[in-house]
């Protein structure tokens, strides 16, 4: 059975950082993409950053060059790096591994910044 737990989120001010992380369990991380994802109220959900198998990252505009996305496949974890929030990265954040057409998500995670 295929898990994924994200934890990290909280309540942070402006300007502030936090580290997210997610840990899956019942496959092997190396051989998936690892993707996080956000969900504000009313809205619908984003990609915020990709990594792909081989390492390569692609990020949204609207976090490129403050969110920073890493994985270690030995631990079977991924991270997302958020600094320099902003009120608008209010969401919750979602932690998705795909390989072909399988993906799986986990239940994500609060992240509020306040102004």
């Known amino acids: 059975q295929v898990q994924l737990v994200e934890s990290g989120g909280g309540l942070v001010q402006a300007g502030g950082s936090l580290r997210l992380s997610c840990v899956g369990s019942?496959?092997?991380?190396?051989?998936?993409?690892v993707g996080w994802y956000r969900q504000a109220p009313g809205k619908q959900r984003e990609l915020v950053a990709i990594?792909?198998?081989?390492?390569?990252?692609m990020y949204s505009d609207s976090v490129k060059g403050r969110f920073t996305i890493s994985r270690d496949n030995a631990k079977n974890t991924a991270y997302l790096q958020m600094n320099s929030l902003k009120p608008e990265d209010t969401a919750v954040y979602y932690c998705n591994v795909i390989r072909d057409t399988t993906g799986y998500w986990g239940l994500g995670t609060q992240v509020t910044v306040s102004s």
């Open positions: 990594s792909s198998r081989s390492g390569s990252t």
């Open positions: 019942g496959i092997t991380f190396n051989i998936w993409a």
